[in-house]
């Protein structure tokens, strides 16, 4: 109990930290420079990974964008990757996405076929992997494993039974599955 207890209050200290933190945006000149493009509507590949980044709003200004690599930031939303229409790969492995409902934004990205959100909080929920395909029926490859046409089947049976348990509310089924892993979570942390 003692260690848990001092782990959990390093924990919480470490976050308190990271809470104090200066934000850091991505901003117009970071990636015109990074791009060496001249305007934001020329850029269609992204790299910035590592970079600390926790607010990339303005990637939604990207209208040609196909690649994003943002990998080991701090993101922890994808509504700034709703309706880019030329994205084909977003890679955000290793970011702060928690909630299951962020992956929705995803829905409003009709070229999407590569997605890497592994090493994300969402990608522990246990339904995670079934939810993002059967949101993104196009899907061709996630967390760098090819998708099969007979696991999207699967995927969209297992996400339909879900939905309808849940009242047919996706918002309900977002706040079950988030409900199931913070107690998974929680008794992880008790053992």
Not at 70 to 82: A, C, E, G, H, M
Request: one cysteine or more; proline letters at 3%.
């Amino acid at each position: 109990c003692v260690c848990v207890c001092v782990c959990k209050r390093l924990w919480k200290h470490a976050n308190w930290e990271a809470r104090l933190r200066k934000m850091v945006l991505l901003t117009e000149n970071f990636l015109l420079m990074k791009t060496r493009m001249q305007s934001l509507s020329h850029i269609r590949r992204l790299n910035a990974w590592g970079q600390d980044l926790d607010d990339v709003t303005l990637i939604n200004q990207l209208e040609n964008v196909e690649v994003v690599s943002l990998s080991v930031n701090n993101i922890d939303t994808l509504s700034p990757f709703r309706g880019l229409p030329r994205l084909e790969e977003l890679h955000l492995r290793k970011n702060n996405i928690h909630d299951l409902s962020e992956l929705d934004h995803l829905r409003f990205c009709p070229h999407l076929r590569v997605l890497t959100l592994k090493e994300n909080p969402v990608a522990h929920a246990s339904i995670y992997r079934h939810l993002v395909i059967a949101l993104l029926p196009d899907l061709e490859k996630l967390d760098d494993e090819q998708i099969t046409q007979e696991e999207t089947d699967m995927a969209c049976a297992v996400v339909a039974q879900r939905q309808q348990e849940c009242g047919g509310k996706w918002e309900r089924l977002f706040k079950e599955e988030a409900d199931r892993m913070s107690q998974s979570m929680a008794e992880n942390a008790e053992i």
